[in-house]
Antibody, heavy 121, light 110 residues
Framework: QLHLQESGPGLVKPSETLSLTCTVSGGSFNSRTYYWGWIRQPPGKGLEWIASFYYSGSTYYNPSLKSRVTIFVDTSKNQFSLNLNSVTATDTAVYYC?????????????WGQGTLVTVSS | HSVLTQPPSASGTPGQRATLSCSGSSSNIGNNPVNWYQQLPGTAPKLLLYNYNQRPSGVPDRFSGSKSGTSASLAISGLQSEDEAGYYCAAWDDSLNAWVFGGGTKLTVL
C-alpha cells in the first residue's frame, strides 16, 4: 500500500525559504509509469499544481512558480523535497505531495495527508 | 482566479442526481482529458474520475463524467450524505504548460 507523508516547518518567515519533504513508503520512485509532484491549497481556496518530477531526473514546473521552486530527490531514502524561496503571505497553504500518472491525463492518484505552512513574521 | 471555472456551491437532497460543471477553453478541456477529485472536509483530495469518465478501483458507479466542447461535467446519482464534499476538476493546459485546477464546488446534501 503506497503511503506519502509530508514533513517540515509549519511556520516560515516572509522572504525566507519554505522547505518540505515527502517520504514515500510502499512504492519506489524508479517507475516509468509515474511522476511525483507537489500541489498546494491556500486556506479555503482551490488547488494549485507546483511541480512534478520523473525518476530519470527531469522535472517540470508551474511557470508561475518556476523561478522560486527547486525539487530535490533522495532515492536512497525514498524522499523528495520542495524548496520555495522568497515566500510571502500568499504562499500560506496546505502543501500536498502526490503520485502522478504519466500520460496526457496525468492524474494524481495517491496523496499525502498534507501539511499546513503559514508564512508570517 | 482559477483557469477552470466551477460554480462555488451546489446542493441536492438524498437520492437526487447532482451535476457539477467545469468550464475551460480549447487549450485545456477542449484538447486534453479531464480528471475529477473529491475532497472530504479536512482531508486530502482523492481521485474520483480520470480521463473524463474512468473510475479508479473503489469509486462507485454513481459517479460519472462527460465532456462537451470546452466544458466537462461530473454527475452524481443517488446522492448520499457522504457525498457532501468539495469537487475539483483538473486538466493540462497547453498554453500555460501547467496542470490547472478549477476553484472547486462545495456540494451540500440537504
Amino acid at each position: 500500500q503506497l503511503h506519502l507523508q509530508e514533513s517540515g516547518p509549519g511556520l516560515v518567515k516572509p522572504s525566507e525559504t519554505l522547505s518540505l519533504t515527502c517520504t514515500v513508503s510502499g512504492g519506489s520512485f524508479n517507475s516509468r509509469t509515474y511522476y511525483w509532484g507537489w500541489i498546494r491549497q491556500p486556506p479555503g481556496k482551490g488547488l494549485e499544481w507546483i511541480a512534478s518530477f520523473y525518476y530519470s531526473g527531469s522535472t517540470y514546473y508551474n511557470p508561475s512558480l518556476k523561478s522560486r521552486v527547486t525539487i530535490f530527490v533522495d532515492t536512497s531514502k525514498n524522499q523528495f523535497s520542495l524548496n520555495l524561496n522568497s515566500v510571502t503571505a500568499t504562499d500560506t497553504a496546505v502543501y500536498y505531495c502526490a503520485r502522478q500518472r504519466v500520460g496526457s491525463d496525468g492524474f494524481f492518484d495517491n496523496w499525502g495527508q498534507g501539511t499546513l505552512v503559514t508564512v508570517s513574521s | 482566479h482559477s483557469v477552470l471555472t466551477q460554480p462555488p456551491s451546489a446542493s441536492g437532497t438524498p437520492g437526487q442526481r447532482a451535476t457539477l460543471s467545469c468550464s475551460g477553453s480549447s487549450s485545456n478541456i477542449g484538447n486534453n482529458p479531464v480528471n475529477w477529485y473529491q475532497q472530504l472536509p479536512g482531508t486530502a483530495p482523492k481521485l474520483l474520475l480520470y480521463n473524463y469518465n474512468q473510475r479508479p478501483s473503489g469509486v462507485p458507479d454513481r459517479f460519472s463524467g462527460s465532456k462537451s466542447g470546452t466544458s466537462a461535467s461530473l454527475a452524481i446519482s443517488g446522492l448520499q450524505s457522504e457525498d457532501e464534499a468539495g469537487y475539483y476538476c483538473a486538466a493540462w493546459d497547453d498554453s500555460l504548460n501547467a496542470w490547472v485546477f478549477g476553484g472547486g464546488t462545495k456540494l451540500t446534501v440537504l
